[in-house]
Each structure stands twice: as structure tokens, then as C-alpha cells.
């Protein structure tokens, strides 16, 4: 299984050493891909959506994806690992985070799945750190590694 998460923006410089530390622990359970687009530029968030409406699409390329977003459907770590454990072998799963003012219809009605990290309303650069750690959680959840604690 590969795994792909394609986010809006840049990683918080604070965050990198928990983010890095989770990236090669990834690394070395399944290829993972990290890919940051650029932010839009216009005056308007409906514009800047746009823009990154276009580089997210490109990058996915038709694919299936996960887009988190604070109204998607909450799920456990345990939901997680069971998703991965539904793929196949060879699937590649991509995952979706917006930029600061999210995303547009277009990339929304493209999902095939929405989920939720929490309720509230978390900073994009939180939410690639905490997507990062729930792929790793759920592969040891999967492989019966210890990380996970219920």
C-alpha cells in the first residue's frame, strides 16, 4: 500500500520534528508521499479555493481520495486501521487537507470519503501532523505493534 497526503500550504516549523519523526516511521511500513501545493493567491477565499481546486484535482489525477474537513464523518484509530486493512495490496490511498480557508464544492463532492479529525477547527498545518500520526497509528494497530494503546 502506498500512501499520499496532499495538503494546501506549507508544515509548521514548530510542528516539523513530530511531523519528521512520524514521515520516516511511515517510511518504513509503506511508501508514503508527502506533497504540498501552494496556496492561492487571490484577494477572495472563494478564488483562492479555486486556485487550489486546480492543483488538488491535478494531483490526484482522477484518483479517489479522503478529504478531511471539520463537518466529514468522525471516525476511531480502529476505523482507520480498518480502512487500510479493506485496500488492496498495491492500493494507493491519497488524503486531502485544504488550506486556510478550505475547500470548495468541486474537491468536496469529489471525495469519496469526508472524515472529520475533530470538531473543532484546527489549523491546516495540525491537521497534516495528526493525519501523519493516525496513518502510522492505524498500520501498527494493523501489524500488532504495541504503539497503539486502547
Not at 493567491?41 to 486546480?54: D, K, L, V
Not at 491546516?124 to 494493523?142: F, W
Request: charged residues 20%.
Amino acid at each position: 500500500m502506498r500512501l499520499r497526503l496532499i495538503v494546501v500550504g506549507r508544515g509548521a516549523p514548530e510542528l516539523a520534528g513530530y511531523e519528521s519523526r512520524f514521515t520516516k516511521r511511515l517510511a518504513g511500513m509503506t511508501g508514503f508521499q508527502l506533497i504540498e501545493l501552494p496556496e492561492g493567491r487571490a484577494r477572495q477565499p472563494a478564488q483562492r479555493q479555486q486556485e487550489e481546486e486546480r492543483h488538488i484535482l491535478q494531483q490526484l489525477n482522477g484518483q479517489p481520495y479522503v478529504l478531511f474537513d471539520e463537518r466529514g464523518s468522525p471516525l476511531r484509530s480502529a476505523d482507520w486501521a480498518a480502512f487500510f486493512a479493506r485496500q488492496a495490496g498495491s492500493a494507493t490511498l491519497s488524503f486531502v487537507i485544504g488550506g486556510a480557508d478550505g475547500v470548495n464544492a468541486a474537491v468536496k463532492d469529489g471525495a469519496a470519503h469526508c472524515w472529520s479529525l475533530s470538531p473543532l477547527t484546527l489549523p491546516h498545518q495540525l491537521a497534516r501532523v495528526l493525519v501523519i500520526e493516525q496513518c502510522y497509528r492505524a498500520l501498527s494497530i494493523n501489524q500488532g505493534h504495541p504503539y497503539h494503546r486502547p
